[in-house]
């Protein structure tokens, strides 16, 4: 079955560090991938999303994702963060064939003090 | 824009109680999703709908069940609430045309029961 491995649990920058969450899916096939966020209090929304053509995908709130295929990661990026990046980030793939379907890592909490 | 709302965002039941968790959205979407959240734990699925009257089962649908009665509202059901039934619970919707491929999240009920 699809897995998804979010290696790192809690993230402490400063304004302005760069930031490199990792994700890493078991699946070999087809994948589609997403990222999304989660800022104190809000809904879960997404942030970008990758199902095929340049593996370096460019999100909202300037990050960015870059699919390696060969590395069966999927990992997000952003190289000068903000106080209000604070949020928790989730990796999602799909399962597999089925787009229905979206297997979760277990989150990145990021805090960001000024 | 997409809104999933959820009827309520803090919920206190007793053990033994018959809880709903209700989901409804506005965009005509075919799918919807029901996800508990725990920390540690990321986000998992325990139904889904891909139309009206049809369900499937998730991750973790023990102790659950679900009802699709009409396409724009998706109810959770707690036959019987226990406390390891507290949780973040999560609805969410997604539209089956091409290249609507995003789920959309509610603001989330966070189910506490004694």
């Known amino acids: 079955a699809q897995s998804v491995s979010q290696h790192n649990h809690h993230v402490i920058l400063s304004e302005a560090a760069s930031l490199e969450l990792g994700c890493n899916y078991s699946?070999?096939?087809?994948?589609?991938l997403f990222w999304y966020v989660q800022y104190p209090g809000q809904h879960l929304q997404l942030l970008l999303k990758?199902?095929?053509?340049?593996?370096l995908v460019k999100g909202i709130k300037g990050f960015e994702a870059e699919f390696i295929k060969s590395k069966f990661s999927f990992n997000l990026r952003k190289p000068s963060v903000q106080w209000s990046d604070t949020a928790e980030y989730f990796c999602?793939?799909?399962?597999?064939?089925?787009?229905?379907?979206?297997?979760f890592g277990t989150g990145t909490r990021l805090q960001v003090f000024p | 824009d997409v809104k999933v709302t959820q009827s309520s965002r803090y919920l206190v039941k007793r053990t033994g109680e018959k809880v709903f968790l209700e989901c409804v959205q506005d965009m005509d979407h075919e799918n919807m999703f029901w996800y508990r959240q725990d920390p540690g734990l990321g986000l998992r699925l325990i139904y889904f709908s891909y139309d009206v009257k049809m369900k499937e089962k998730g991750d973790i649908p023990e102790g659950y069940s679900v009802s699709r009665e009409k396409k724009e509202r998706f109810s959770l059901i707690l036959e019987s609430a226990s406390t390891n039934q507290t949780s973040m619970y999560l609805c969410?919707?997604?539209?089956?045309?091409?290249?609507?491929?995003?789920?959309?999240f509610g603001p989330g009920t966070r189910l506490t029961v004694l």
């Open positions: 969410a919707s997604r539209g089956i045309l091409a290249g609507a491929d995003t789920q959309y």
């Open positions: 999602a793939v799909n399962e597999g064939k089925n787009t229905d379907k979206l297997i």
């Open positions: 990758y199902f095929s053509g340049d593996p």
């Open positions: 699946y070999g096939g087809t994948v589609n």
